[in-house]
């Protein structure tokens, strides 16, 4: 346990026996105080470009700014040092600062003022080539909040070297700790970053992979904050108790022919800015391997509104999802994830919560590889988008449905040229433009529905079956196959007018409610084969069907033949 005196006291003794000669570091000499504090008192100011020990059982009163420029200094255990108002340590061209607290005393860099406030002194900066190591040390009242980005209270250049071990950093003015890109981070363990004005950290995503959990909370700025949005190594985050801030996105790609992975390891979250997006790129992966019960989280870093989108860029490495909540997403009216065509993409126990746009949007292709229970709750839209080709390919099964104001999967306009079967599940299809079937020659297209399944068309939609192309409603007694319209409007017809050689189509259990718009809800052309069984219409027009083809339909369907 690291034992101080209560900070104000510490203050006000140091105030009381302020030393009036200022002496050089080299030469510094002990000050009769005449306080009840046995430890004797030195001020200390200048540059220091040799080798130096401040020794432990000491008090230290820096009264101008302190350079440590090429030399080495250390101070020892059970150390107060104090800063005059304004004032800041400096670390460059090589020079160390090494501050050597112990578990049973720790060392102090506080305020010397009688009353502190954060930002009194300055702070620490560590520049180019610089090394700051401190352990079981308590650090406060420095930093600034003034200017863009304000003066943390530590700040440590590209090219210097931090190492922290059971250091407190709180009452600073600003950030706790900024990281430059290129900085280096050697040892950074049971650190506790509280009570500071900014955020605990700000660091590039390359160095958080290097900083231990610790206690990050809480500061005026609840998250660690994640600057410059490119990753192009493989990294590993974990939780770090608070949420890791994306204020510019980030784009996850490789470079030059080496990959990029990007791990979160269960309980992260991820806080992307308002109207942010997280990209996986060429050459990039995602692996969110949460846990039950303790997922990895991706919501916006500010209440109530929304970032953007979680986007897998076609010829992006395989990636996955697990136990994984994904929330406030669709700040650019896209779904939260959007998975181009050719991403791989796996869903396992995934949550998508109140997007503003659905929660997923499938291009063609096979972009998702596996869904094992997938929950979509409190969508305002849509929850699922997607090519007819991408949607036909999702095992409806896998999703569950909750409190969704429009439970539909929207199918945008396309052509399905391959065979596929949509399958009954938590959601209807809707297809405002609807969609064609054109199979090949060598590569027959065909469509089977199962049971249960409602697609609804838009005003004027039809259904084209076409080329080497048959549909097989399989609807039965129980769980009718439903055909329909969307409310106020009437959609087209279906067309089935395939290829000669072509399979026939047949409608099983099958309720056709308002097509027709401009005349038959279904047109069979000279060369289909059609059977109906147990199908009825409910035509906007006078009559059903046209038939010209091999056409036939048992006694207890209901329709009108159009002449």
Request: proline content about 5%.
């Amino acid at each position: 346990m690291m034992s101080h005196r209560p900070i104000l006291l510490l203050a006000l003794l140091t105030a009381c026996a302020e030393p009036t000669d200022d002496l050089p570091l080299e030469t510094a000499e002990q000050i009769d105080t005449g306080d009840t504090d046995p430890r004797p008192l030195y001020r200390r100011k200048g540059t220091i470009r040799g080798t130096e020990e401040w020794p432990a059982d000491s008090r230290n009163l820096i009264g101008s700014d302190l350079l440590i420029d090429g030399g080495h200094l250390t101070i020892g255990a059970c150390t107060l040092n104090t800063f005059e108002e304004g004032k800041r340590l400096v670390i460059r061209n090589g020079g160390s600062l090494t501050v050597q607290g112990s578990e049973e005393c720790g060392a102090i860099l506080s305020s010397n003022s009688s009353f502190p406030q954060p930002g009194d002194w300055g702070g620490i900066q560590v520049e180019a080539d610089g090394r700051l190591q401190m352990a079981h040390t308590i650090m406060e009242f420095a930093g600034a909040s003034s200017g863009e980005m304000g003066r943390p209270a530590i700040r440590v250049d590209a090219g210097a070297t931090l190492g922290l071990q059971q250091v407190t950093l709180r009452h600073n003015d600003a950030d706790g700790i900024l990281l430059r890109r290129d900085a280096i981070v050697e040892g950074f363990a049971s650190n506790r970053i509280t009570q500071n004005g900014g955020h605990p950290l700000v660091l590039p995503p390359g160095i958080l992979e290097h900083i231990e959990p610790g206690v990050y909370g809480p500061n005026q700025r609840d998250s660690i904050l994640v600057t410059h949005a490119e990753i192009s190594q493989d990294l590993t985050w974990r939780s770090m108790g608070v949420p890791i801030e994306l204020s510019q996105g980030l784009l996850i790609r490789g470079n030059r022919g080496t990959d990029a992975e990007l791990r979160l390891l269960n309980g992260v979250e991820l806080a992307p800015a308002p109207g942010q997006n997280i990209t996986v790129g060429i050459g990039g992966s995602l692996q969110a391997e949460g846990r039950a019960g303790v997922p990895v989280t991706i919501t916006s870093s500010v209440a109530g509104e929304r970032w953007g989108n979680l986007t897998f860029e076609r010829n992006s490495l395989p990636s996955s999802l697990s136990h994984t909540v994904i929330r406030r997403a669709g700040a650019d009216q896209d779904a939260a994830v959007f998975l181009e065509a050719t991403s791989r993409v796996t869903l396992d126990n995934v949550t998508f919560d109140d997007n503003g746009a659905g929660a997923l949007h499938l291009q063609s292709g096979p972009s998702l590889v596996d869904t094992t229970n997938v929950i979509i709750q409190n969508h305002p839209t849509a929850p699922l988008k997607g090519e007819i080709w991408a949607v036909s390919a999702l095992t409806r099964a896998d999703f569950v449905s909750i409190d969704n104001v429009d439970p539909i999967i929207d199918i945008l306009p396309g052509t399905l040229t391959a065979s596929a079967t949509w399958e009954d599940g938590p959601f209807s299809l809707k297809a405002s433009s609807g969609f064609a079937l054109v199979g090949g020659a060598d590569t027959p297209a065909e469509l089977t529905v199962d049971a249960g399944v409602s697609i609804e068309l838009g005003d004027g939609a039809d259904i084209n079956i076409l080329g080497n192309s048959s549909v097989q409603f399989n609807g039965d007694s129980t769980n009718p196959i439903e055909v329909r319209n969307s409310p106020g409007v009437n959609w087209g017809r279906v067309t089935i007018n395939p290829e000669v050689g072509s399979a026939g189509s047949q409608f099983h259990h099958v309720s056709f409610l308002n097509g027709g718009d401009e005349g038959d809800a279904m047109f069979v052309g000279g060369t289909a084969q059609v059977d109906l069984f147990d199908v009825t219409f409910s035509s906007a027009s006078d009559c059903d069907v046209t038939a010209q083809g091999d056409f036939w339909a048992n006694a207890a369907s209901v329709w009108t033949e159009c002449l």
